[in-house]
């Protein structure tokens, strides 16, 4: 896109994935854009298994400047970008995608989301502490570049399937202090920040972890949100943590970071954020739903 601000049309967006009939997206650009004072559309565009690259040439065609991928098109989205920014490159999944005169770049936005909403909005600083990663998938690899270049004391990542834990490691070990093992290895492990980055909450379900993984004041954080507690946050909770995070400040930072690639102009989102917890309906229902 050369000049964002020279349309006297509408710049056009949406969020891609499948499923997308609640994503918060279109609502929260929608408060971006009348902040900063653009004009945008955004939409939600549910794709079919199979059908990304077309879904993508079709919004191109019809004059759209910019995307969100969501779940599972993140590695398809990857693959398809002509050019990549080095932290999409190193997790290997694309979550923004913006259409350039020279083709189609893409970024990720979802590791830096979460990094600014732990040390900006939650006042948790990274840097010297220890951090736990539970999981080793697609979220988890998203996330632990911008985690490592935090510069923690130590980054374990923590997974079911040891060997995926170890293979995520190895990829990021040139890249920050990162050791890797089994969930059943944490105990007395005691870190400042623990974060879910596990599938296991969409079920309610918990990864098996001892309660002494969290060290004194230690922050749990789950990347989900849901209207309650995530049973990962809940069980947190139980076990006396008093600092928990669901992963709504990580959504509304991530859209602000996708709005700096898009449109050059970074929008606050404190007054977005604090909206989004009061009145979450207000979010779910703005937007308009493309097939
Ligand atoms: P995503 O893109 O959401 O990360 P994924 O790539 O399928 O999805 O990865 C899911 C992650 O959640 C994996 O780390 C998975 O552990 P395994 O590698 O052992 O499968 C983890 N996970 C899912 N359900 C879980 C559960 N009930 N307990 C612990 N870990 C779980």
Known sequence: MSDPFAFDR?????????????????????????????????????????????????????????????????????????????????AGAVNTLRFDDDGLFGDNTDGVGLVRDLVENLRCPLAGRRILVLGAGGAARGILGPLLEARPEALRIANRTVSRAHELAERFATHGPVTAGGLDQLNGAGFDVVINATAASLDGALPKIPPSVFAANGLACDLMYGDQPTAF????????????????GMLVEQAAESFLVWLKRRPLTKDVLVELRANPAAFSEAGRVSE
Not at 22 to 39: L, M, N, T, V
Not at 238 to 248: E, K, N, S
Request: glycine share 10%.
């Open 10 to 90: 509408p710049l056009r967006f949406a969020v891609m994935g499948n499923p997308v009939e609640h994503s918060k997206s279109p609502a929260i650009h929608a408060r971006f854009a009348r902040q900063c004072g653009i004009r945008l559309e955004y939409d939600r565009i549910q794709v079919d298994p199979g059908g990304f690259a077309q879904a993508l040439d079709h919004f191109r065609a019809r004059g759209g400047n910019g995307l969100n991928i969501t779940v599972p098109f993140k590695l398809e989205a990857w693959s398809l970008a002509d050019r990549r920014s080095p932290r999409a490159e190193l």
């Open 233 to 248: 946050l809940a069980w947190a909770a139980d076990q006396g943590v008093t600092r928990l995070a669901d992963g709504l």
